[in-house]
């Protein structure tokens, strides 16, 4: 079944089981309407068990597990580098981070002046949007290609990584209610990773910035005109705190701990300079718990927030004709493997939540189990909107999963990080290009760089060890996997170097 075939039956699917709102379906302008409108909404360090649907009782997101329910969720998708600024460029080009020259978020020794230019123009995919009339808007964190959005607004956090007010105001509330936020912070770096603060939820900036993002959207829906409007989150990024309502209580929620026996069996690079940077070995099992309890209950507020915007778009009649997308740039560690925060590849950290709904267009209550990668993601929508893929990016549409025209997808996914650019000194020493190779079955971490010592590799078989507690690399009865995962990865290079030449010698289709 070809797409037009597809998007036919779909249509009328819905019209037959009644999911388009009486009253706005047979609208003139309802039925005129070519493209659907694309809401793209975005976590910051979201990582994919946040969400409900992803299998943890204690998550409370009841809207975004309705979003899952009415449309598509990936079960396994993984960013392309477990840091926000190279992961978030890596998702709106369709390029690994290497293609362009950005695998870190920091300070580069040196930048070759190839890398610059890759860096300065490797295409953003969503300017196809510009060339038909929906110019995307976006609402919060921008992140990669800022200068691209046709209007850009943001509410930013009301308290520093630190924990530290940004306002007098919100100081004298602290102050005020005896508050001891944060109640969680790591040794090296002093993060704020959880506690509660004496505010209201509507006082949060999350709430602040879905105000921002509802006023926006019903802008929008009033000019019954397609629309791009994406709507990025902070959290549930450092700082962590949450109005007390919002906290998950830590007793319901059954993360491991690493024991001493696991974290002996880790790489050098992760029982050394990684622990010092995550800070988090120190930790007590309280602090732990409200760090955790924090987390999830920011994500939570965040799906208040997406249950007001669903709200919208159904009292509006929109809701059926817009494409709704959720995900976030990567994970966040929990104190599971002795780590915290990110720059890992761990299930937890580049894995993230990937759902996408419209009624008319996607079925509903789909999952699909097959790994994918982010970079599929953008020219997912591009295929939705009857947009033209370029041919010369490695992302690409995810449709024939959806409509279940194929059932594999990629041998391996990847996911990438060079330390040696780290803002962080105990990471930039001694390391370099670490790169991630994930099959359905295994998974191996190394360094990837003739620059570092030696490749100082973890191998876990995911199919048997799942939490990926037993590293299996350097035992003799797994060369031949090693050699196999290290072939694969060898093959990604040099397609990726293809292509990166193509993108140096100009060789772009973006439409």
Known sequence: MNRREFLTRSIGTSLAGGL??????????QKARKRPNVLWIMLDDGRADALGCYGKPWARTPHLDALAARGVRFETAIVQNPVCVPSRKSMKSGHYAHTFG????????????????????????????????????NIGK????????????????AFDVLGRPRTEAVKQRLEQAGSKYPEAVTKTHGWAIGGTVPLEPEEISTSKLGDLALETLAELTSKDEPFFLRVSFHAPHVPCRVPKEYMIDPATIELPLPTEEELASKPRFEREQLHVYAGAPDLTAEQIGIARGTYYGMVSLVDTQVGRLVDHLRRTGQLDNTIIAFNSDQGFQLGEHGLWKKRVFYEQNVKVPFLVSCPVLLPQGKVIEEPVEMIDFVPTLMDLCDLKVPTTIPGRSLMPLIRGDVTEWREAVFSEIDHSMSMYDELRHHSGRRVMVRTKEWKMVWFMDERAEDKDGALYHLKS??????????????TRTVDYLERLCYEWDRRAELRSRNVLEGKNDVA
């Open 20 to 29: 388009i709102l009486p009253g706005h379906a047979t609208s003139a302008s």
């Open 102 to 137: 950005l695998t870190a978020m920091g300070k580069p020794t040196a930048t070759p002046a190839a890398y610059l230019k890759r860096a300065r123009e490797v295409p953003n995919l969503l300017k196809a949007w510009d060339k038909i009339g929906m110019a995307p808007i």
């Open 142 to 157: 921008t992140h990669a290609y800022r200068d691209d959005w046709s209007r850009k607004r943001d509410i930013g956090p």
């Open 465 to 478: 060890d799942p939490e990926e507690q037993v590293n299996l690399y350097g035992r003799p009865q797994y």
